[in-house]
T-cell receptor, first 111, second 112 residues
Framework: DSGVTQTPKHLITATGQRVTLRCSPR?????VYWYQQSLDQGLQFLIQ???????AKGNILERFSAQQFPDLHSELNLSSLELGDSALYFC??????????FGPGTRLTVL | DAKTTQPPSMDCAEGRAANLPCNHS???????VYWYRQIHSQGPQYIIH???NNETNEMASLIITEDRKSSTLILPHATLRDTAVYYC?????????????FGQGTTLQVKP
């Protein structure tokens, strides 16, 4: 158990819909990262927040957005969903730039 | 961030040492070498990282060549539970920006 929690574990929705994935970092970790893992693209970095502020951006689509709240939990919002958005979404947290602790992931299926 | 090259797959006998190579010939002086692994579809797990010197922890050892252009992750006594995809990642070590750029990794199959 990494100490990072993600909800929900599984999510099935339809194209065009909007979903919100939630991540609670380990206690004391200020950084939260989001990654997407699909069969054809592998593990890809999406975005990082540090203490509520966006710190780094990767291959995150404009239809996707994220935020980190004052209690340090983070949400990843995915809108206008397409079939290709079906993937595992991982959240990770860290204190500083050393070891990142990954959560168990949310499996999103878009039908 | 520097790119890494890893063999796509390797086999190892249970109880033997598993040596996973990684090439990172374009690594710069302030970039660290990180190793993570992913078992099935679980979240990736941190193994070890280093800058110049060899490193050892309870999971593995990391050997970095003197020119820092390659490294080897050593699992001293591989078990079946070490079957996973192993990712070698080079990351700039400064500030609070720590995005991990995952490649294809090496699928290690530990066989009884």
């Amino acid at each position: 158990d990494s100490g990072v929690t993600q909800t929900p574990k599984h999510l099935i929705t339809a194209t065009g819909q909007r979903v919100t994935l939630r991540c609670s970092p380990r206690s004391g970790d200020l950084s939260v990262y989001w990654y997407q893992q699909s069969l054809d693209q592998g593990l890809q970095f999406l975005i990082q927040y540090y203490n509520g502020e966006e710190r780094a951006k990767g291959n995150i689509l404009e239809r996707f957005s994220a935020q980190q709240f004052p209690d340090l939990h983070s949400e990843l919002n995915l809108s206008s969903l397409e079939l290709g958005d079906s993937a595992l979404y991982f959240c990770a947290s860290s204190v500083v730039q050393d070891e990142q602790f990954f959560g168990p992931g949310t499996r999103l299926t878009v039908l | 961030d520097a790119k890494t090259t890893q063999p796509p797959s390797m086999d190892c006998a249970e109880g033997r040492a598993a040596n996973l190579p990684c090439n990172h010939s374009t690594i710069s002086g302030n970039e660290y070498v990180y190793w993570y692994r992913q078992i099935h579809s679980q979240g990736p797990q941190y193994i070890i990282h280093g800058l110049k010197n060899n490193e050892t922890n309870e999971m593995a050892s990391l050997i970095i060549t003197e020119d820092r252009k390659s490294s080897t992750l050593i699992l001293p006594h591989a078990t079946l539970r070490d079957t996973a995809v192993y990712y070698c990642i080079v990351m700039y070590g400064s500030g609070n920006t720590g995005k991990l750029i995952f490649g294809q990794g090496t699928t290690l199959q530990v066989k009884p």
